[in-house]
């Protein structure tokens, strides 16, 4: 049985990741998921699967080198499949430390505890042992309006701490790569979207807002373009990277999406209104008059859009889920998961991990 390790799998693409790994291999797989718990951690997000047997939990920084190499020590760790960061990029303007902590000194600890398990005395590595670093088409900079994408040649240029953070971590992969032949992948990847993102980023935001009548904020002129991709899509890919990737290689990942953050919101006034009932009361407060623009993010990337192709023709991955039905499912989840938002917004999400673990 292969026993993958997953960092900040308590997080959104984590815990999806997670969801979407037992769907596809049920008991063929054992998961260990490895999550400090920040702000952006949320054990509810995995209720449904923290009782099986070949899953374990393990609350713990990923800069704390004692515990992660214990944790390799102590299992036959197959896979790394490493999320864990600091992941928004307005919290990386306010206090950009903690991004080079967790995401750059962090994925040092992960490197290394993972070379120090897999590396035989002659420098080899154990057999299908395999890291792979999730990262951001932040990474690559901010392309013009009118043209041009994201391929797996393009320089690095970040410009926000979060995307300098990013790119660092990438650097130091790449660097283990081609330094110790570490056996890993990197993947870069668009906006995601879809069920348990925290509302502070934008579709979120946006969808808990309007559905309680509050403002919604537009930063700048709102024609910033993102590449957007449901969520399930990205944890497919990056299973299918593990299994079918050329090892040391790059893929970019893209829904091959690209709106407008004004357009983004439209279609999220638009679908809420097509699916909220006529008798919710949820439908009068539902409007285009709660758009508010506001002052412009510092630095603010004006267009991300990654070209998916490397992945497309050597691996066969797609994006399946178009924008419309992605949202539609995103939207149906946040209605279905009222408390889990209520919780969030709350901060009572944290108080889970105190009352399940009794600690
Ligand atoms: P998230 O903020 O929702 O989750 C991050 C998780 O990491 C949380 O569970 C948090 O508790 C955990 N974590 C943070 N610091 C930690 C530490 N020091 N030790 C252990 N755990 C820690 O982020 P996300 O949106 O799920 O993103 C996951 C990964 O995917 C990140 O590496 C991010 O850069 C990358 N990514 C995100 C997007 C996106 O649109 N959200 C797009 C491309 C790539
Ligand atoms: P975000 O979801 O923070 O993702 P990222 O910055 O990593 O792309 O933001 C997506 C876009 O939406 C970005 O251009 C900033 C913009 N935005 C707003 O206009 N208003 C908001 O309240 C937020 C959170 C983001």
Redesign the pocket.
Known sequence: MRTYLVTGGAGFIGSNYIHYMFGKYDNEIRIINVDALTYAGNLENLKSIEDRENYTFIKADICDKDTISRVFQENDIDRVVHFAAE????RSIVNPEVFVQTNVLGTAVMLNCAKAAWELPDGSYKADKRFLHVS?D?VYGSLEEDGGYFYETTPYAPH?P?SASKASSDMLVKAYMDTYHFPANITNCS?NYGPYQFP????P??INNALQGKK?????D?K?V?DWLYVEDHAKAIDMVQEKGRLFETYNVGGHNEKQ?IE?IHIILETLQEMLAEDDPRKALVSEDLITY?ED?KG??RR?AIAPDKIREEIGWEPETMFKEGIRRTIQWFFEHEDWMKNVTSGDYQKYYSEMYKV
């Open positions: 992941s928004h990029v307005d951001t932040e926000s979060y906006n502070e980023k934008l579709i935001l946006i919604l904020p537009v930063y700048g709102g910033n993102r953050n983004i506001v993010r603010h990337d991300y």
